[in-house]
């Protein structure tokens, strides 16, 4: 019985997973058509970055306000989702080769003032 309990557990959490997965691998979309993570906040890219190039160059006081939208070790992207590597060798998820942020004034799930800040900012879309 003990080993039956502990198939269905480690199924359920595999399960779990693989749907946490999936809801970002596909990017909730807004009504707008806007990238949002799992819990609704929208994302932005970074018109500095280069699409493509695996890296990030929003780092130090850029990170605090755009914190990245974090990949785990585990996280495998599929489709228009790539992982990049930052400077300090956490992974970010990327769409399209541009790496995934948000925005620290977005406050609740549908948020998008960062959109345009400093010019250099946009909301991500598919």
Same mark, same amino acid.
């Given at each position: 019985?003990?080993?039956?309990t502990?198939?269905?557990s480690t199924g359920i959490a595999l399960i779990a997973a693989a749907f946490s997965f999936a809801a970002l691998a596909q990017g909730t979309k807004t009504m707008d058509g806007a990238l949002a993570?799992? /819990? #609704?906040?929208? +994302? %932005?890219?970074?018109?500095? $970055?280069t699409a493509g190039n695996g890296k990030s160059v929003c780092n130090g006081p850029c990170a605090t306000s755009w914190p990245p939208l974090a990949a785990?070790?585990?996280?495998k992207p599929t489709g228009d989702y790539t992982i990049v590597t930052r400077d300090?060798?956490?992974k970010q998820w990327?769409? /399209? #080769?541009?790496? +995934? %942020?948000?925005?620290?004034? $977005?406050?609740?799930?549908?948020d998008k003032t960062g959109d345009?800040?400093?010019?250099?900012?946009?909301i991500a879309k598919p």
């Open positions: 019985m003990k080993l039956a502990q198939s269905v993570d799992a /819990k #609704g906040m929208t +994302l %932005y890219t970074f018109d500095k $970055d785990t070790a585990t996280d300090d060798g956490a990327a769409y /399209k #080769g541009k790496p +995934l %942020y948000l925005w620290i004034n $977005d406050k609740k799930p549908g345009n800040v400093g010019g250099v900012w946009k």
